[in-house]
Nanobody
Framework: QVQLVESGGGLVQAGGSLRLSCAASGTRFSINAMGWYRQAPGKQRDMVAILTSGGSTKYADSVKGRFTISRDNAKNTVYLQMNSLKPEDTAVYYC?????????WGQGTQVTVSS
């Protein structure tokens, strides 16, 4: 059974930084892509950043230049370095992994940015 375990969320002041981690386990297949999505209260879940197994990245316009996604393939772990955080970055952040054409989700980790 595939599991995605996230860590690294918390409360930070505007302008601060946080680093999220997501470790995937329970799969014998290669992971095609891993990424991060976020959902603020009353809003839909939106893509934040995606990193493919080939190294291609995609970022939401709102986080370009502030967030960086990286991956340790040996550990099946993806990271999201978030700098210059803004109050509008406040949301539950979800890890996503595409494995054998199926999408899996983590349980989510809360990120709160105070002004």
């Amino acid at each position: 059974q595939v599991q995605l375990v996230e860590s690294g969320g918390g409360l930070v002041q505007a302008g601060g930084s946080l680093r999220l981690s997501c470790a995937a386990s329970g799969t014998r297949f290669s992971i095609n892509a891993m990424g991060w999505y976020r959902q603020a209260p009353g809003k839909q879940r939106d893509m934040v950043a995606i990193l493919t197994s080939g190294g291609s990245t995609k970022y939401a316009d709102s986080v370009k230049g502030r967030f960086t996604i990286s991956r340790d393939n040996a550990k099946n772990t993806v990271y999201l370095q978030m700098n210059s955080l803004k109050p509008e970055d406040t949301a539950v952040y979800y890890c996503n992994a595409n494995i054998n054409q199926l999408n899996y989700w983590g349980q989510g980790t809360q990120v709160t940015v105070s002004s």
